[in-house]
């Protein structure tokens, strides 16, 4: 079999890898993307809606989550936003500020996709799609490749394989059993940005409703994590920017075999003491009203019939007959709703996991191993993940730039 002999291979040509086969031949170095599926970034084209939000402006420690949550950001200080936007400005992508979310000006996330496969021509970077990684082995050279029906060597060998989230798109995690077959620890892979599935029956009568929230997480009844948004009840559980930010959170609680459970607060914007008074109110102004029609306006329907049931509360009784403590439990359901979290949605529902390789073993400046010189590990395969808002792909940015940046710097090679 012939053999390709690179200066740099990267498994996987997704956001990161592609990020850093450019990286690294834009330094000089001859540079192989091996791919499995039929064409390199299709996750790319799922981002942000199909509009692909690039990054965001607001980076902050805690938008970046993992064992070690920190690491991200000491790689971020060689490769953070305002080098992001021109790396992509410089490309022909005119970015387009959303309230701090990064956008291109097209909101099309193939443009994206597409000015970063001519980059990598431009640049004779070698891809191959369609191949499968059989094998991988240490050589004096550096590594030996056995993917498809080829023999592939380099000097390098970067690691952009991905996850387990979106095995549609690629991500497989097949890149783990890489990382494990060179003696690095994986941090189990769960689910992150994913939705929440509830123990209770009612959600059935819930689906398609939409409403602002705040859900807070409990993990063996100590708080575990908050957020704010617009909430998504579905016919099986919670779901919504809020649900996806604390799902991490969830799923790690529930792989651990712990109690996992939500509080919604449904009217955040009014305290529980102001809400009983608001009832009683409006029981006062319209006393003819029955139960679910004293409701009507404040949530919506079916909403209101789940809520005056879990508080004991006949949908018709009259309003002017309801005791004090009634009143006050309703208004208790309205700002501590309890949802019992039986599981997340799998992996193909995710939009990235939690977990990964961990990053005690990889050097927080090149992201070079340091189990096996030369091996160098970038994206989603590292334990790293971000929330909502651009912070997976900025990961993506900053992880692909350094890993190739450092693995074809001429002490690397």
Same mark, same amino acid.
């Given at each position: 079999m012939a053999k390709d002999i690179h200066d740099i291979v990267v498994i996987g040509g997704g956001a990161s890898g592609l990020m850093a086969g450019i990286t690294?031949?834009? !330094?000089?170095? =001859?540079? /192989?993307?091996?791919?499995? @599926? %039929? =064409?390199? +970034?299709?996750?790319?084209?799922? #981002? +942000?809606?199909?509009?692909?939000?690039?990054?965001?402006? $607001?980076?902050? *420690?805690e938008h970046y989550r993992g064992e070690h949550p920190e690491f991200a950001m000491n790689l971020l200080k060689q490769f953070g936003v305002t080098e992001t936007l021109e790396f992509f400005k410089g490309l022909g992508i005119f970015p387009k500020n959303k309230n701090g979310y990064i956008y291109p000006n097209s909101e099309q996330a193939a443009s994206v996709l597409d000015v970063l496969r001519m980059e990598a021509e431009h640049l004779k970077i070698k891809i191959i799609c369609e191949t499968e990684i059989k094998g991988?082995?240490? #050589?004096?050279? +550096?590594?030996?490749?056995?993917?498809?029906? +080829? &023999?592939?060597?380099?000097?390098?060998?970067?690691?952009?394989?991905?996850?387990?989230?979106?095995?549609?798109?690629? &991500? $497989?995690?097949?890149?783990?059993?890489?990382?494990? $077959?060179?003696?690095?620890?994986?941090? /189990? *892979?769960?689910?992150?940005?994913?939705?929440? =599935?509830a123990k209770e029956d009612f959600f059935k009568s819930l689906a398609g409703i939409r409403t602002e929230a705040a859900i807070t997480l409990f993990i063996n009844g100590s708080k575990a994590a908050w957020e704010t948004g617009e909430l998504q009840l579905t016919d099986y559980g919670i779901s919504g920017i809020p649900v996806f930010q604390i799902s991490r959170f969830a799923a790690r609680g529930l792989e651990s075999g712990c109690r996992v459970s939500t509080e919604i607060d449904f009217m955040p914007e009014v305290n529980e003491h102001d809400l009983t008074d608001m009832l009683f109110a409006r029981i006062c102004n319209c006393p003819y009203k029955d139960a679910e029609e004293m409701m009507n306006g404040l949530l919506n329907k079916k909403l209101n019939a789940v809520l005056l049931r879990q508080a004991g509360i006949p949908l018709h009784a009259p309003s002017d007959s309801l005791k004090k403590d009634e009143v006050r439990k309703l208004?208790?359901?309205? @700002?501590?709703?309890?949802?019992?979290?039986?599981?997340?949605? *799998?992996?193909? !529902?995710?939009?990235?996991?939690?977990?990964?390789? %961990? /990053? #005690?073993?990889? $050097?927080?400046?090149t992201l070079e191993s340091k189990l096996v010189k030369g091996l160098y590990f970038s994206g989603e395969i590292i334990d790293i993940d971000g929330t909502c808002g651009g912070y997976n792909l900025q990961w993506a940015w900053t992880s692909g730039y350094v890993a190739g940046m450092s693995s074809s710097s001429k002490r690397a090679l």
């Open positions: 690294a031949a834009r !330094n000089g170095s =001859r540079v /192989t993307i091996l791919e499995h @599926k %039929d =064409r390199i +970034g299709k996750k790319i084209l799922s #981002t +942000g809606n199909g509009k692909c939000n690039l990054t965001n402006l $607001d980076q902050k *420690p991988i082995k240490k #050589t004096g050279a +550096g590594f030996c490749i056995q993917a498809g029906t +080829g &023999s592939y060597e380099c000097r390098r060998l970067i690691v952009a394989a991905g996850s387990k989230a979106a095995p549609v798109t690629g &991500s $497989d995690g097949s890149g783990y059993k890489i990382a494990a $077959d060179f003696g690095h620890r994986i941090i /189990t *892979p769960v689910p992150a940005l994913v939705q929440l =599935r208004a208790e359901k309205m @700002k501590k709703f309890t949802v019992t979290i039986k599981e997340t949605n *799998p992996f193909a !529902n995710a939009q990235i996991c939690a977990g990964g390789v %961990d /990053t #005690t073993e990889l $050097d927080d400046e």
